[in-house]
């Protein structure tokens, strides 16, 4: 059993910052790509950014400059810092991770609970 829990969501802002973090915890092997996503109702759930388990990341245009992404391997966690906040940043943030949890099992994609984001002009 994995489990993703998120923290740091809640009111910011415009301009401002806020923190996110996802722990990852139960019967893991190895975590490859760890990454968050958000959706806002009525659209689908994208991509904000993604770290694979080197460090290299990749940002989704509209959080370029602005987010970063890191990640604690030996925490199992990943991190999100958002700065200089938009009202367009509103939205529920998910988790995702790449685990594996045993030597020969596949690769799956967990998901956080979500964590609501609201940020205020």
């Known amino acids: 059993q994995v489990q993703l829990v998120e923290s740091g969501g809640g009111l910011g802002q415009a301009g401002g910052s806020l923190r996110l973090s996802c722990a990852a915890s139960?019967?893991?092997?190895?975590?490859?790509?760890m990454g968050w996503y958000r959706q806002v109702p009525g659209k689908q759930r994208e991509l904000v950014a993604v770290?694979?388990?080197?460090?290299?990341?990749n940002y989704v245009d509209s959080v370029k400059g602005r987010f970063t992404i890191s990640r604690d391997n030996a925490k199992n966690s990943v991190y999100l810092q958002m700065n200089s906040l938009k009202p367009e940043d509103t939205a529920v943030y998910y988790c995702?991770?790449?685990?594996?949890?045993?030597?020969?099992?596949?690769?799956?994609?967990?998901w956080g609970q979500g964590t609501q984001v609201t940020v205020s002009s």
């Open positions: 995702n991770a790449d685990i594996k949890t045993g030597w020969t099992a596949r690769t799956r994609g967990y």
């Open positions: 139960g019967s893991i092997f190895s975590i490859n790509a």
């Open positions: 770290i694979n388990s080197g460090g290299i990341t």
